[in-house]
């Protein structure tokens, strides 16, 4: 039977791995397109959409940043909020977690300075995903988004990611195109580091003014 990558799936796995693995999720470091693209982004506020058990929000806590970090599963919020208090007091301040389902929740228009969303199962379309998400994205803000891509794009072959619907180069651009006024600076597929881990389209576009 194919997973449905709803609530309840995403619950029952952080669940299990959180009781099965602490140690490995509670010291999983941030993924390397957000080190990358973000490193010399100047600290603002920033919210980390579908954060799971909140690496990235820890990453950006400790590089400046005030983040709203947002997941429909309580226990990744209490992973990630466990994790920063033992971080220590000055990065797990500046981090609020909030449960909401990135099938309905939306942030508030033209607020962040940085919206980052890595790796999210979409219900939906992709172009209403992204435009609500963009609409988060406060004047001359960054947008990042990650996905995987289902299917290799040299080989023809179905990845570890086949029958799933997530952010795509092509229907991200296009989705702020529509927007208008949004500057792209990164829109392509990249290969994991890790062999046969598949391919991600990494998108980093800047908010009009």
């Known amino acids: 039977m194919e997973a449905t990558f ?14 099965d693995h ?30 799971g058990h ?18 429909f599963s309580p226990t990744a919020l209490d992973v990630g909020r ?12 500046r981090i609020e977690w909030r449960e909401g389902d990135l099938a309905t929740w939306s942030p508030p228009q033209r ?3 940085l919206v980052v969303c890595l790796y999210v199962h979409i219900a939906g379309s ?14 001359g803000g960054t947008l990042l988004l990650v996905g995987h891509r289902p299917v290799d794009p040299e080989t023809g072959a179905d990845t570890a ?13 296009a989705a702020l195109d529509a927007l208008g006024g949004w500057r792209i600076d990164v829109a392509e597929e990249r290969r994991r580091a890790a062999e046969g881990s598949g391919v991600d389209a990494v998108i980093r576009a800047v908010a009009p003014e």
């Open 126 to 139: 992709v172009a209403e995903f992204v435009t609500r998400l963009a609409r988060g994205v406060a004047a």
């Open 161 to 173: 990611a086949a029958g799933q619907v997530q952010v795509s180069v092509e229907e991200t651009a």
């Open 6 to 19: 709803d609530r309840d799936f995403w619950e029952h796995r952080w669940d299990r791995v959180a009781r």
């Open 54 to 71: 909140g690496a990235e929000a820890h990453w950006l806590s400790a590089a400046g940043w005030r983040v709203t970090a947002v997941d």
């Open 22 to 51: 602490p140690e490995a999720v509670a010291n999983r470091p941030p993924n390397a397109h957000v080190i990358t693209e973000l490193a010399d982004v100047r600290p603002g506020v920033a919210l980390d959409a579908g954060c």
């Open 82 to 93: 466990s994790t920063a208090r033992r971080l220590g007091a000055d990065i797990a301040e």
């Open 111 to 113: 607020h962040y300075d």
